[in-house]
Structure formats: C-alpha cells, structure tokens
C-alpha cells in the first residue's frame, strides 16, 4: 500500500460535466441485469417458452385449426402474460433484493435523490420488455401465415404491453420497497400476479355475466386480453371497445404514481417498517382475492339457473344468408331477424344457433367451438316488432354444414313449455386451409432460443474481454 | 475531547440549538449532542452526545446491542434520530444530503455488485458524488493504489478475497475525500497480518488526510492500539469517553482495585507455567483466561497489595518462568487495560 496523499482542499459541489443520478443508476442496473444477471437468463427462457408454443400450435391437428388471427391472438397474450411476469419479478428484486445483498446501504450512503435511484431502477427493470418483444414478432409472424393481422398485432401488443409492462415493473418494486425480505418480495407479487389471472379461470358463463364482464374490466390484464380479442379477432374497431382500455392505463397511472410521488422520495434501508399502508395493501389484496373466488364459485351457478317463463306465438325467424363458399379459418358474419306477427306481446325470447355437418360420416359439431355466441336473449316483444341480431361464426373444419336457428318463446311456468320456431338454413361450405407446417415452423421454435443463448455468449465474451480474470490469455 | 468516566445516568433532553451552540469550536468536525431513538418501545440510543477533531481516531465501543450501529447509521443519516442534533463539518443535520458529501462509509456487513471490476466500482460510486467519469476514475485508480489494489483493478470484485474487500470498501468511502470517515468493524473476519495492515491504513486516513475517523470496533486491543479517543456505549448511553489513555488512568482510580496479572505463554506449555506458578506463595491462584486460550489469569493473595510489594511479586513470577524457559509472550496487570474498563463498565448491561 503506498503512502496516502494528504487532501488537497475537499471536494465541494460537483463541477464538471456530471450525469445525473438516475442515468447513472439506470446504466448501473441494465448492466447487473444484462451482464450475467437474471433478464438474460429470463429472456432466454421466456424465447423457449414461445418457441415450444409456437411448434405445438403448428404440430397439434387440433391446434393448428385455429383460424390464424386466433393463434397471433394466442400467442401475442402469451408472450405478454411472460413479459409480464418477467416485469414482475425484475421489479420485486429491485430494492429488497438489494437489501438482502447489503448493496442498498451503500447507495443511499451518497448524496443522491432517493426518487433518481427508483427512476434508475425502474428504468433498467422495464429493460426486459422491448427485447421480449422483439423475440415474440418472428413468432408472431410465422403463425399468422401472412394473415393481415400481423401489422395491427404488433401494433397493438407493442401500445399495450408497454402500457402494462411499466405498471407490473412498478407494483414489483413497490412490493419490494415494503418487504424486509426477497422471499416475501418474490412471494407477494407471485400472489398479485395469480390475482390477475383469477377473472380468466372464471367458468365461461361467470365470465360473459355482468359480473364477470366487470370483474374482467377491472382487471387490466384480463380488460387487455378481451380488447386485442375483439380488436383482433373479431374485427371489432377500437371506437366500440376503447372502454376496455380505461383500466390499464389507470392501473398504470396509479402503480407508476405510487411508486415516483409516495415511495421513491422515502426509500430506505430497512424494508416493512411503515406497516400501517403495507398491512392495509396486504388486507386490500387478501379481500380482493377472496371477493374473487366468491364470485368465480357463486355468479356460475346462478347464472346457470337462470330464465323460465311464459309461452308466446306469432313469431317468425329470418336469416340474411343462404349460401356460402369458404376456408377454414374464415369467419362468417350475418343477421337474424325477428319478429313477432301476432297481436299481443311476445314473452321473452331465446334464439339459439345450431349447426349440423351435412356428411353422415363427419365429425359432430360442437356449435360452442365455432362461435363465441352460440345464444342470444331478446326481451319481450311488441304486437308487430321485430329485433335484428348479429352473428359470427369462425370456420373450424372443412365440410358441408347447415347453419340455423331456432326461436324459442320463454315458457310461462315450470310446468308449461313452448312451441320453438326454426329459421330456414345457412348452407356452408368449407374447404380446406393450408395449415401451418410443423417442418417449416421448427426453424422459429429452436431459432429463437438459439439466437438469445448466442447473444448471451457473446455478452460474456465481450465482459471477459473487458476484465482482468487472471487467467492466461 | 473533554474525558469523563461515568456510570450510565439519566440524559438530558437535547435540543438542536445545543449542537450548533459548539458549531465549530476546537477544530471539531463532527458535534452530535443527546441524540435519541427507539424502535418501538424499546430504547436503541438515550442520549448520545460526543465530539470528535480532525485528524484524530475515535473509538465508538460497546456490547451487542449497545446502540452502536443505531448511531453510526443515525450519524450517516441512514436513520433519522427521535430527537438531538449532529453537525459535521458545519452542516446541520437537517441537511443530511449535504452531510453525505462530507463523510465516507465503510457499514459492517457492506455488498458488493457481482459484475463490477474494483475501477468499476470506485468510478461509479465517484460519479454518484458528482464527478464526471474521467476525474472518478482517475480518483479511484488512485485510491486502489492507496488501498494496494492497483493490480486487481481489472478484476471482478466478487474475485476478491474478503481483506480485500474490505479494503476496496474503504477506498470507496474515500472516493469523496471525506471530513470524516466511519468505519464499521473494518478488521472483523481478517487475519492479523491483515489487521495490522487495515489499523495502518485507518491511521494514515486520519494523519495524512486530516480526516476525523470513526472506528467502531470489539477488538478492544485493536482500540487501544489506533484509537484517540474512545467513547463506550452501554444500554444506548455514554458511559465513558475521552482520550484513551485518560479513560483507562480515570477507571483505574474509580474501579475496584484488581490484584491480577495476565501472562501469555505458548498453548503447549500453559499448563507447565500453571504449576510452576502455583509454586509462589503469594500466587492464590491461576486459571486460563476467558477468550484468550494462551492466556494465564494469576491471581495474588491479598498480602500483594501496594505498588512495591506487587512489583517484588511480578518480578518473581517472571524470573520462575524465565528460569523454567517458559517465553513469555505477553504480560500485564489486571485492570490497566482497556478491556478492563470495558468490562467493569458495560457488565451492568451485559447482566
């Protein structure tokens, strides 16, 4: 050791060309994520993930007879359900995971903002995101098949998950800043991220009920999803369903208002000590979730019960196509019509749509598996009105169908019935679609990984080019 | 730093204006008055007060639980105090990112980024302190050169053996060449070549950078050896501070008086010592000392008390175990160290 210099006047305020606290810090961390760390490797796996995904879609005979825009739907909230959970869990290391390796002591040890250091950090933790993203688009790509959906895809998969991916980033490092520990950290945002998941696991009729229906707006992952479903799938225009929108932009706002105004400014070594809002966030979360599942286990079976009632007649059914060439995967969209031709007002009507394969030797077909609406309610009609109802249909196996419906009149007691009333048919004819070759897809799904690892090889080459390992060169 | 040796009383209630009444006075870089915190409703510090001058070495000590690190981590302004007052260098602490400017940091159990190379490190904790890149690193090759880590500079610091690390973390808390300098059990877990290399360090910071060093320390030996000034805590409240030397003269006078000398022999022949002491008529008894295992504690008989008398026994006492050729490795009176007063004055605490 030599001799230390004495000092030479002390150091006063910066002078120089300095960089401000948060870019410093944001390098700092995208280098510890980047270098080694754990994006890479969750990078790494998330691009596994999506090529074993992709390789199923197209290898599975089932599977590969999803209409393409389905399988880019599929894929593209896969691919964000991943990023997002990456966000998560970069998010709830940030600050405990520091504490735990007693490197947190020595940044706030400087004469730095607090709230810089979380902007450095939070900065760095959404880091994961655009390359996430960008391994998802050749994916994308090779299961829509040159299917128009692509471009709208990647737009609005890039708009939205750059939406979510901050606000996951920043409930993660919430979590983290009020946790004493990376265990508790890691363990209450899996528990968020279940959360967001319940309204999906809801059974299908909980989910299209007023309640399901709300419990899935609230959520911003579940509003997401519903939005690109409409938005991509079902050719919905973003007019009629920008409300779905509203929660994950306020549930970002909220999670990133939190972290930048309340927390940042107050970061400290010693995680958990404000109890008092922690307690009532664990409280709030614990309720939610039990709110959850009281609705997931009570709103089915009560809607399942639901609706007899009393008998009409004078009823008639139209339907605004009789004949129809397509290929599998196509989507059929047509009205029905109804009307009530008698004098008194109908009781309330249930119109169901059936569809029959016209070859004996075919497959059965399950009307649920074609079309997201397989019935539809009408209330009560007057003497001489009639009610117009939309229809889609998504073409899942070729062959010769016939498409009807029928009308049935709400009968008036539990012990009477009704007269239900038929439409005249849709004859369908559907041929068959090139489906997606396990062969040609295989190049995506070992690529993809492949790639990322050479890109992980080539980071630490360069690293140990930079340090001084000790080892002859 | 006025001396005093007290036996733990109630503090005073402080008020700010009380610490900035001695801004400045004697060359003193770092005032804290009756500073106070509890965690919950258990009292971490009751009334902590000190000063300490520039270029000189205090001694912060005290048994597990003392409130040590509470006012370490309360002086570096990672833990706002429930009341008191510091200043260092001028600055209030009602300004503690002005503070942070002013002092260096080396925490107990400090962590260090996996990824970074020693230069790595120093430059980006520079830049923190507001220096543009070029002038941090040029400051932190400089200092690895103090700290003679200049050829692992290059090298991943989680490749650093832990004498190392300890010494590249108090490089960074040099990185802003600080007033004054805390350093948080910075021997723990080292050899003691690299012990005595690490209290050499540790004075040349406080000699030659006239920086005021804080040591917080349970190697009571490693104290008295480095340290100015020490101040002991017990229970969260001062029961002693001043020079060293004054503390240790002021015990003797005010503690019970010890009839007991410590002889360090080599560990195979303690127990031949033993019986060759036992031997001596004014020799009560022998015992291995607790926490020093090539340690004798002899204890006199009551007749051996005044200075004349314990010399004549000393003296007898050595000449045995020189004639035996027992080498004699260490040799002191029971109560003339500063383990002593530690002791005597944190035993209440401790029981």
């Not at chain 1, 009639?386 to 009968?411: E, H, K, Q, R």
């Not at chain 2, 040796?5 to 008020?15: I, L």
Request: glycine share 10%; charged share 15%; hydrophobic share 45%.
């Amino acid at each position: 050791m030599s001799e230390l210099q004495p000092a030479k006047g002390r150091q006063g305020e910066p002078s120089g060309r300095t960089l401000p606290t948060w870019w410093l810090v944001f390098t700092r961390e995208l280098a510890d994520l980047w270098i080694g760390g754990k994006a890479l490797y969750l990078v790494l796996i998330y691009s596994m993930l999506l090529g074993i995904l992709v390789y199923v879609l197209s290898f599975n005979s089932e599977l590969s007879l999803i209409p393409p825009k389905e399988m880019v739907y599929e894929m593209l909230k896969n691919a964000m359900a991943v990023s997002l959970f990456i966000s998560l869990i970069i998010g709830a290391d940030s600050l405990s995971g520091e504490r735990e390796r007693s490197t947190l002591e020595g940044l706030l040890l400087t004469p730095t903002s607090r709230r810089q250091i979380v902007v450095g950090k939070f900065l760095a933790g959404i880091s994961a995101w655009p390359a996430a993203f960008a391994i998802a688009i050749p994916y994308l790509y090779v299961v829509s098949q040159g299917d128009e959906v692509l471009g709208p895809a990647i737009l609005w998969g890039g708009l939205l998950g750059s939406v979510l991916v901050p606000a996951y980033t920043s409930l993660g490092m919430l979590v983290s800043f009020w946790s004493s520990s990376n265990k508790t950290s890691y363990f209450v945002s899996l528990g968020i991220y279940m959360l967001f998941l319940v309204p999906a696991q809801l059974p299908g009729r909980a989910q299209t009920g007023a309640a399901g229906q709300f419990l899935q707006w609230v959520n911003p992952v579940a509003a997401t999803n519903h939005f690109l479903s409409k938005h991509l799938v079902n050719y919905r225009t973003l007019a009629e369903f920008w409300t779905w929108l509203t929660s994950p932009v306020v549930f970002a706002v909220l999670s990133l208002g939190l972290l930048f105004l309340y927390a940042g400014p107050g970061l400290r070594l010693e995680g958990g000590r404000s109890s008092r809002l922690w307690s009532a966030v664990r409280r709030a979360t614990g309720s939610l979730m039990l709110g959850c599942l009281i609705l997931a286990l009570g709103v089915s079976p009560a809607l399942a019960f639901q609706g007899e009632a009393p008998q009409g007649s004078g009823l008639q059914i139209s339907i605004d196509l009789d004949y129809m060439v397509v290929k599998t995967g196509d989507k059929v969209e047509f009205n029905t019509l109804v009307t009530n031709q008698g004098t008194q007002a109908s009781p309330p009507l249930i119109v169901a749509m059936n569809i029959i394969n016209l070859d004996a030797k075919g497959d059965v077909v399950d009307p649920e598996d074609w079309s997201p609406q397989r019935t539809q309610y009408i209330d009560s009609l007057p003497a001489g009105g009639s009610a117009s109802l939309g229809w889609i249909i998504n073409t899942i196996l070729d062959g010769d169908y016939m498409v009807y419906m029928v009308l049935i009149p709400a009968p008036e007691s539990q012990s009477a019935t009704s007269q239900p009333v038929a439409s005249s048919g849709i004859h369908l004819t559907v041929t068959p679609f090139t489906r997606l070759n396990p062969g040609g897809v295989l190049p995506y799904a070992i690529g993809g990984p492949i790639i990322v690892l050479l890109g992980i090889f080539l980071v630490f080459r360069l690293r140990r080019r930079a340090i001084d390992t000790g080892a002859p060169r | 730093m006025p001396s005093r040796v007290a036996r733990p009383t109630s503090a005073k209630s402080g008020r700010p204006s009380k610490a900035r009444s001695i801004l400045r006075s004697d060359g003193q870089i770092l005032i804290a008055e009756d500073l106070r915190k509890s965690y919950g409703p258990r009292p971490a510090l009751r009334g902590l007060s000190f000063s300490l001058q520039a270029g000189r070495i205090l001694g912060f000590l005290g048994p597990n639980g003392a409130g040590k690190t509470t006012a370490i981590r309360i002086l570096t302004t990672i833990l706002e105090p429930d009341a008191g007052h510091f200043v260092v260098d001028g600055i209030g602490s009602e300004h503690p990112e002005k503070i942070r400017r002013k002092i260096g940091v080396l925490p107990e159990s400090l962590g260090f980024p996996r990824q970074m190379t020693g230069i790595e490190y120093l430059t980006y904790f520079g830049q923190l302190y507001g220096r543009p890149a070029a002038d941090a690193r040029a400051s932190g090759l400089t200092l690895l050169e103090e700290v003679g880590l200049q050829q692992r500079a290059k090298s991943l610091i989680s490749t650093y053996s832990h004498g190392m690390r300890q010494r590249i973390g108090i490089a960074r808390a040099l990185i802003n060449d600080p007033v004054v300098v805390f350093l948080d059990e910075p021997t723990l877990g080292l050899d003691p070549r690299g012990q005595q290399e690490l209290l050499s360090l540790v004075r040349r910071i406080a000699r030659a950078r006239s920086a005021g060093v804080i040591l917080c320390s349970h190697m009571l030996s490693e104290i008295e050896v480095v340290c100015d000034d020490v101040v002991i805590l017990s229970a969260g409240q001062v029961v002693a501070s001043g020079a060293v030397t004054k503390v240790i003269g002021q015990a003797q006078q005010t503690l019970p008086q010890q009839n007991a000398v410590r002889i360090q022999v080599p560990s195979p022949l303690l127990a031949k010592a033993r019986q060759l002491l036992k031997q001596i008529p004014e020799v009560r008894n022998t015992a291995p000392t607790v926490g020093k295992p090539d340690w004798l504690r002899v204890e006199l008989a009551d007749s051996a008390h005044g200075a004349s008398s314990k010399q004549h026994i000393n003296n007898r006492i050595l000449q045995a175990l020189i004639r035996a050729k027992i080498p004699i490795l260490g040799f002191e009176a029971e109560g003339g160290r500063l383990q002593d007063v530690f002791m005597s004055l944190t035993e209440e605490a401790i029981e």
